[in-house]
């Protein structure tokens, strides 16, 4: 089994950044890539940015390219998003999930996962 728990959202003014952590509880074996994904209100769920524990590959949603950095940390086994030039439509519940069988190039366009975290609220606003 694989617990995620997020930390680090809040509020933020335009052009700053916030980075998200997400803390692994579990093997690297019972999944495959484990990513960042948010909801806006009134919006569906979209995938964000995500990385495999393994390769390091990265993959990331056009609306975040170059703004948002994807990263791993193998010793405390932690997952983080790098918000850079954050924009208030960039203000949603973040939430970290975790595939046992996608891969990176494929896990942003899926909606379902094996393991999501609670969610954390990020507000960028004046």
């Known amino acids: 089994q694989v617990q995620l728990e997020e930390s680090g959202g809040g509020l933020v003014l335009p052009g700053r950044s916030l980075r998200l952590s997400c803390k692994v509880s579990g093997a690297t074996r019972h999944y495959n890539v484990i990513g960042w994904f948010r909801q806006a209100p009134g919006k569906e769920r979209e995938g964000v940015a995500c990385?495999?524990?393994?390769?390091?590959?990265?993959n990331y949603a056009n609306s975040v390219k170059g703004r948002f950095t994807i990263s791993r940390d193998n010793a405390d086994n932690t997952v983080y998003l790098q918000m850079n030039n954050l924009q208030p439509e960039d203000t949603a519940v973040y939430f970290c999930?975790?595939?046992?069988?996608?891969?990176?190039?494929?896990?942003?366009?899926?909606?379902?996962?094996?393991?999501w975290g609670q969610g954390i609220q990020v507000t960028v606003s004046a």
């Open positions: 999930a975790a595939d046992r069988w996608l891969t990176a190039a494929t896990m942003l366009t899926h909606p379902n996962h094996d393991f």
């Open positions: 990385i495999t524990p393994h390769t390091l590959s990265t």
